[in-house]
Structures are given as structure tokens and as C-alpha cells.
């Protein structure tokens, strides 16, 4: 069973940074799909960002390109989720979760669906003030 833990939420101002970090308790590459999701206040879980662990290739939502940067680090089985620009509609619980799916599924990351996604951490708050 692989577990996933998130961490580095908390509250800031708009224009502000958060790093988020999600500690993996196996090596990363056996889940070829991690994905960072967040749910916010009243609307239901979507997937922003995504990282095919292999090939290292990353995939943003549109409302976070530019401004989220998802990487890892293989030897702390680690992935991180770098947020700049922060607006008060990032506002979410964010959770990472982990999968084995084909690249292109994982590409398009406003398509996984929570199913396809076999293990969750417990999340972590973020909060953007204006």
C-alpha cells in the first residue's frame, strides 16, 4: 500500500508563494502518474497539475500554467508542487495522488477522473487572501 503525505500548506496574500510537497513511501517511479488535485469551497475535485515520473514530462491546467511548477526528486521519493502568483481562486484543499496510467491519460490532466487515481494523501489547506 503506498501512502502519501502532503505538506507546506497555509495561508498567504495574493501574489504570494507556497511550496507544497507530497512525501512518497515507495520509490516515485512505480506510480508512473502523480498528480496534485484541489477541491475548493463547495465545488468538486479537479486535477491541475500532473508529472509522468518516468520521462519527468509535466502537464498544467490552463488555470495554473505559468504561475504552478510540479517537480520531484527521486531520491526522497518526493514531489513537489511550487506555487507563484497565488489569486484568491486558488483556494483548495490540495491533495496528491498517485497512479499507474498510460502517458496520455496523465497528459491531459483535466481529464483524470478520481478513480483512476489509486492512492491519496490526506491533503493539505491553502488559503489566498485578496
Known amino acids: 500500500q503506498v501512502q502519501l503525505k502532503e505538506s507546506g500548506g497555509g495561508s498567504v496574500q495574493a501574489g504570494g508563494s507556497l511550496r507544497l510537497s507530497c512525501a512518497v513511501s515507495?520509490?516515485?517511479?512505480?506510480?508512473?502518474?502523480m498528480v496534485w488535485f484541489r477541491q475548493a469551497p463547495g465545488k468538486g475535485r479537479e486535477g491541475v497539475v500532473s508529472?509522468?515520473?518516468?520521462?519527468?514530462?509535466?502537464y498544467y491546467a490552463d488555470s495554473v500554467k505559468g504561475r504552478f511548477t510540479i517537480s520531484q526528486d527521486n531520491t526522497e521519493n518526493t514531489v513537489y508542487l511550487q506555487m507563484d502568483s497565488l489569486k484568491p481562486e486558488d483556494t483548495a484543499v490540495y491533495y496528491c495522488?498517485?497512479?499507474?496510467?498510460?502517458?496520455?491519460?496523465?497528459?491531459?490532466?483535466?481529464?483524470?477522473?478520481?478513480?483512476?487515481?489509486?492512492?491519496w494523501g490526506q491533503g493539505t489547506q491553502v488559503t489566498v487572501s485578496s
Open positions: 515507495e520509490y516515485i517511479g512505480s506510480s508512473n502518474c
Open positions: 495522488a498517485a497512479s499507474v496510467l498510460p502517458i496520455w491519460r496523465c497528459a491531459v490532466v483535466t481529464d483524470i477522473t478520481l478513480g483512476d487515481m489509486h492512492y
Open positions: 508529472i509522468d515520473t518516468i520521462g519527468g514530462n509535466t
